[in-house]
């Protein structure tokens, strides 16, 4: 086994259990919530209101001791709002640049459907290029940079729906779903005095981030499994209640969430297991599906059910 996976390994798992010192009962959603980050990738949590989406996203930052904004949208937004403006400082005589808060390492984009389509188009350059172009003049994104999205999905006044462009952005989508009544008993008892986020210190920093990121790059996928992810993403595009499957996009998340995934048992290879875990959370909310079909909620969810049981799953070996 390589010592740089056991010991990326052994920063995972020290990141999640921290985090779940604030987020309780929770342990698979903050599994994913750390794979995505480690993917080099963004997060959508769809849930209802004080389920702990913000704890989550304020938690992850606090743990690797990255820079945190919070974005609350809302209809009156202007993209200048989240990108910055640039201005005109009457001393130097010169225009400024004035970031906005896009330009944080871990933002929280808080009820992104209550922005308008022109407001939450800002988000989809810094996403997928790493930097944001303001007034003709374009800035990087720091290092390590991750979005963190929520929405609610039972809420249908003052929305606007995320468009297929943006959902293809977020490279895995989660919900937190309710405690049990255990669960609920404790989170009672650990805030009666104070919040577990004001006393969480780190356990990483961005360099450590940025190495996991590496070395999650440098695990080993056969090409059976490389194929399976192929013909899974391909099924989406042929299964006959979905209008429009899976981009390519799609099948590159799934290649590196796999990897990911893998670092977190602590191999060195990727399994058809790690692309099967992780199939509904990276495909299911990008499938479209015809405006007439009658599916209940979870319908895309059931539809990757569906694929997974039928595409033969091959083989998988270790590293030659």
Not at 91 to 120: C, H, W, Y
Not at 129 to 149: C, I, K, L, N
Not at 208 to 223: A, F, N
Request: glycine share 6%; charged share 20%.
């Amino acid at each position: 086994m390589d010592s740089e996976v056991i010991k990326a390994r052994q920063k995972v798992t020290q990141i999640i259990d921290n985090i779940e010192k604030v987020i309780i009962g929770k342990r698979q959603a903050v599994e994913l919530t750390v794979i995505t980050l480690v993917s080099q990738g963004h997060l959508l949590i769809e849930d209802t209101p004080g389920v702990g989406k913000t704890m989550l996203a304020r938690s992850l930052a606090k743990s690797i001791d990255c820079t945190f904004k919070r974005i609350q949208f809302t209809p009156d937004m202007l993209p200048g709002d989240i990108t910055g403006v640039t201005v005109y400082n009457q001393k130097s005589g010169e225009f400024e640049f004035r970031p906005g808060p896009i330009m944080a390492q871990v933002v929280l984009a808080d009820e992104i459907n209550r922005g308008t389509p022109k407001v939450q188009s800002a988000l989809l350059q810094p996403m997928e290029e790493r930097q944001v172009t303001v007034d003709g003049s374009t800035y990087s994104m720091p290092t390590p940079f991750h979005v963190v999205a929520t929405r609610d999905p039972f809420q249908y006044q003052g929305i606007f729906p995320l468009p297929e462009a943006q959902l293809d952005r977020f490279l895995l989508r989660i919900s937190l779903g309710y405690p049990s009544a255990a669960e609920e008993s404790l989170i009672m008892e650990r805030q009666q005095f104070t919040h577990p986020l004001e006393q969480l210190a780190p356990v990483a920093d961005a360099s450590d981030v940025v190495w996991l990121q590496e070395t999650v790059k440098s695990i080993y996928m056969d090409d059976l499994v490389k194929q399976y992810i192929v013909s899974l993403v391909g099924a989406t595009r042929q299964h006959p209640l979905v209008a429009i499957g899976s981009s390519p996009r799609g099948s590159l998340s799934l290649f590196r969430t796999a990897q990911a995934r893998a670092v977190l048992q602590e191999r060195d290879f990727v399994l058809p297991d790690d692309v099967k875990a992780l199939a509904e959370a990276v495909l299911a909310h990008r499938l479209i599906l015809p405006p007439t079909t009658q599916l209940p909620e979870k319908g895309t969810q059931a539809i990757i059910a569906e694929i997974l049981e039928t595409v033969p799953v091959p083989g998988a070996l270790p590293r030659r």
